[in-house]
């Protein structure tokens, strides 16, 4: 079984192959970030004109290992949503357009499901059920995965998602976006305890990272913005604030549920704090499974690896479809 997946949710054009057995042939992702950078976020229309321009080429150099044969491909599956429409709009509308050309079947898959089974990529045993914190730049999930099937919400942020708070902060602080990583490198020389910034605690495992958001705006205000330590310094600080706000609702989360496997996904899945982190609060507790950073942000081996399982749970039916950018997160 091999799958060519199309990903244009947002500010990555990405293609990929993979192939039963959970192998990435080939992964691409040509990042806009640069040219959003200048406005401080993703700007919707030169997103959608961006996937336009570029998809071709991606696919084509997603393709280069089959020769550009699609007869070694057996399906296409495409990120139908959520995410931006005129993004959603491309790859959609390029994934049918290919289907129709070559008669192969084009599968929808859910972008936030696709965050998820990237971790079957990094560990192909791993069967549900288990508990995943899910966490980007739109979301800030908790879920109990019971089955391919059935999935449930067991809280989310009620504000801000923690990738946006990451970026806001960011902008605070005069860095470029994404502000994640910019986050990490200035946050490298920071002493994370000099300042003292809440972790706020809701019940039900929500999130709510406005208040760390705003926190972080009034302790600028007392101090000088331009100095590289003081910078550093309340960089590290968020990071701790927002990496500790995380783990301690997905260690609730995983003693209230019995879990005994633990996935965590999305964008801020990267973070190396994040990440020591949870395996250091889990050991011994639940088996963790993080994808590679390259698989946690955006990327298109993800919606084919959720491609891959939703072809072994319900074969290559599918029924005629549109981008969705509302579409609930999980649902297939
Ligand atoms: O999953 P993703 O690539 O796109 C969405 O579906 O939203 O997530 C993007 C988010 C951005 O907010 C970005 O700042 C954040 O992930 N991110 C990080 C890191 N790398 C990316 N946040 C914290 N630390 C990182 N190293
Ligand atoms: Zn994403």
Known sequence: MRLLAIETSCDETAAAVVEGGWMVVSSVVASQAQAHSAFGGVVPELAARMHLERLGGVVTAALEPDG????????????????????????????????LATGLPVLAVNHMTGHVLAAKLEDPGLEPPF????????????????????????????????????????????????????????????????????????????????????????????????????????????????????????????????????????????????????RERLAGVAEVTIPAPALCTDNAAMIGAAGLVRVGVAGFETAPFDPDPGLRAYAS
Do not use: W
């Open 68 to 99: 550009g044969d699609l007869r070694a491909l057996d399906g296409i599956a495409v990120t139908r949503g959520p995410g931006l429409v005129g993004c959603l709009a491309v790859g959609v509308s390029y994934a049918q357009a290919l289907g």
């Open 131 to 278: 508990v995943a914190l899910v966490v980007s730049g739109g979301h800030t999930d908790l879920i109990e995965y019971r089955s391919h099937r059935d999935v449930r919400l067991l809280g989310a942020t009620r504000d801000d998602a923690v990738g946006e708070a990451f970026d806001k902060v960011a902008r605070m602080l005069g860095l470029a976006y994404p502000g994640g990583p910019e986050i990490d490198r200035v946050a490298r020389d920071g002493d994370p305890l000099r300042y003292r910034l809440p972790r706020p605690a809701l019940p039900e495992f929500d999130f709510s990272f406005s208040g760390l958001k705003t926190a972080v705006l009034y302790l600028l205000r007392e101090l000088p913005r331009d100095d590289p330590q003081v910078r550093a310094d309340v960089a590290a600080a968020f990071r701790l604030a927002a990496v500790e706000t995380l783990v301690t609702q997905l260690e609730a989360a995983v003693e209230t549920t019995g879990a005994t496997r633990v996935v965590v996904a999305g964008g801020v899945a990267s973070n190396p704090l994040l990440r020591a982190r949870v």
